[in-house]
């Protein structure tokens, strides 16, 4: 899965970016209350335990 769709995903179940950071877009998820870090490299494919990370931390499934 490619980090665009994963932010589709995101987008899509309420969480938004909170800020940008120098490597990564820092996102907050109302669901968790939570901030984490996603690539900014959209067209990468995330490997499957940064994806795993990813969806414990917003309370999204990816």
């Known amino acids: ?10 987008k899509k179940a309420g969480c ?4 940008q950071g120098s ?6 998820s109302p669901i ?3 901030r984490f870090a996603v690539s ?3 067209t990468e ?3 499957e335990g940064t994806k795993r990370a990813i969806g ?3 309370g999204v499934e990816l």
């Open 56 to 58: 414990k931390q917003s």
């Open 23 to 28: 490597n990564h877009e820092w996102w907050f």
């Open 40 to 42: 900014r490299h959209n």
């Open 45 to 47: 494919d995330a490997r």
């Open 1 to 10: 899965m490619k980090y665009s769709e994963i932010k589709k995903k995101l």
């Open 32 to 34: 968790t209350n939570k």
């Open 16 to 19: 938004y970016i909170d800020r």
